[in-house]
């Protein structure tokens, strides 16, 4: 499957040019970010609840305390709806009401589901790579109560949709000759310098 089939609940109908049902692109945009948020409702109140996560082939993955409401909510299997966005750019024009943003964003609806033991470490293992590819090899990974004690769920990512918009503003005709600045600001995430935590802090 290279393009997911759009549903009621993923087509767009707001400025439906941008949207994107290709699959290679609702996964990068997944890959490229380091927390969602899911919503859910849950004895008649929403929630919306950001968290890690990773994805697994073609599902997303989340993890957390066996404790954690998140996690027992949607172990049961409720209907959740999982946000990313992206914000690349402010999109200032020559006129209030034509600024906007640019981003690339990825709504995957579904219902989550537990993984076994197995399934478990194998999925944790791809969230170190996913932090830093390597680095599993170079801490201690988790001993049998920490496994007990976590909960790893898995969303497959089958009704998902991307909503896109790159470029530059859109103004009216008429307000091209207004003497203002318009443009893109772009916006970006990086690492910064890393900061070395120290045993012997620590242990003092």
């Given at each position: 499957?290279?393009?997911?089939?759009?549903?009621?609940?993923?087509?767009?109908?707001?400025?439906?040019?941008?949207?994107?049902?290709?699959?290679?692109?609702?996964?990068?945009?997944?890959?490229?970010?380091?927390?969602?948020?899911?919503?859910?409702?849950?004895?008649?109140?929403?929630?919306?609840?950001p968290t890690a996560h990773w994805r697994v082939g073609e599902?997303?993955?989340?993890?957390?305390?066996?404790?954690?409401?998140?996690?027992?909510?949607?172990?049961?299997?409720?209907?959740?709806?999982?946000?990313?966005?992206?914000?690349?750019?402010?999109?200032?024009?020559?006129?209030?009401?034509?600024?906007?943003?640019?981003?690339?964003?990825?709504?995957?609806?579904?219902?989550?589901?537990?993984?076994?033991?197995?399934?478990?470490?194998?999925?944790?293992?791809?969230?170190?790579?996913?932090?830093?590819?390597?680095?599993?090899?170079?801490?201690?990974?988790?001993?049998?109560?920490?496994?007990?004690?976590?909960?790893?769920?898995?969303?497959?990512?089958?009704?998902?949709?991307?909503?896109i918009r790159q470029g530059p503003p859109e103004d009216d005709e008429a307000d091209l000759s207004l003497p203002v600045w318009?443009?893109?600001?772009?916006?970006?995430?990086?690492?910064?310098?890393?900061?070395?935590?120290?045993?012997?802090?620590?242990?003092?």
């Open positions: 499957m290279s393009h997911f089939t759009p549903t009621d609940l993923t087509r767009v109908r707001r400025v439906a040019q941008r949207a994107n049902y290709d699959q290679a692109t609702v996964h990068a945009i997944v890959d490229h970010a380091w927390i969602c948020h899911i919503a859910f409702s849950l004895d008649g109140q929403s929630h919306c609840i599902a997303i993955h989340i993890h957390g305390s066996n404790g954690s409401r998140l996690l027992r909510a949607l172990a049961t299997g409720i209907p959740a709806c999982v946000c990313i966005t992206h914000l690349d750019g402010l999109v200032l024009a020559r006129s209030a009401f034509n600024h906007s943003m640019n981003y690339r964003s990825a709504m995957v609806y579904g219902r989550f589901a537990p993984l076994t033991a197995a399934e478990r470490s194998a999925s944790l293992d791809a969230f170190m790579d996913k932090l830093e590819p390597g680095r599993r090899a170079q801490v201690r990974m988790p001993d049998a109560n920490e496994l007990a004690a976590t909960t790893v769920l898995a969303l497959p990512i089958i009704e998902a949709v991307a909503k318009a443009g893109v600001w772009p916006l970006e995430t990086r690492f910064g310098e890393p900061i070395t935590h120290h045993a012997s802090a620590a242990l003092a």
